[in-house]
């Protein structure tokens, strides 16, 4: 599928470089809070905030419909309409339009397997990442605390959100951006081959998607630091800033 034009907006200017930040499955530029692009600007970033492919002000491809996700998950990839590629390629396009040339690509969970994937597409065109809640695979049994999963398919919940999902936009496009991180290839191996700094920020009490996933980031990249966030659950909440703000000081340095 061919890259697609972004809703996108620039919200400060910084002297060190730009961060773009990439939202979540199912939602939009406005889940990070007002307050983080203070944090980022007085840190001398410059923060863009866009909305993925099937979400918020951009391209949605409601006619796609539901991809067959039994067949997906079962191996058969190509039955997804797009990938995590895809949707980096996207973001590409946003560096492009805005004239960025290098950016620290901030992802929160599907946001930050995005920014994975720019990173490996276009490696000069990032100076840096910092991953939240995120995970450098595509298994589902890699992705999903099976404890959390077991909870979200009981009593027959999984054929019930499909269904609803045929007459309800906003899920479909959730399933469909599911599917593309289950239809993209395994990309682990390739991290090491990245030079940039990276910053993973991972919930100690993520029921979603298990802290062993920033863990294994961490041990592929040769330029990286962890931090395991208390008390925190999946994405991007009020505490993580607190916890983070010391270790966004690193990572602009790195990046200076």
Known sequence: MPALELAWWRTREGPVADAVLVHGTGGSNEDFPGSLDDELAALGLGVVRLDLRDAGRSPHLDELGIPPVFDVLAG?????????????????GVLDAGGIERAVVVGVSLGGMVAQQVALAAPDRVAGLVLVASSPSPEVADLVDPAALEHALGGGAATEVLDRAQGAPTLARAVRQLMAIVATDPWLDRLAALEVPCLLGHGAADRVLRPVGAVRTWGALRHARAVLLAGVEHGWSDAVLPQMRPHLAWLVEQVR
Do not use: F, K, N
């Open 76 to 92: 058969r990839r190509e039955q997804a309409p797009y990938t995590l590629v895809d949707m980096a390629e996207d973001v590409v």
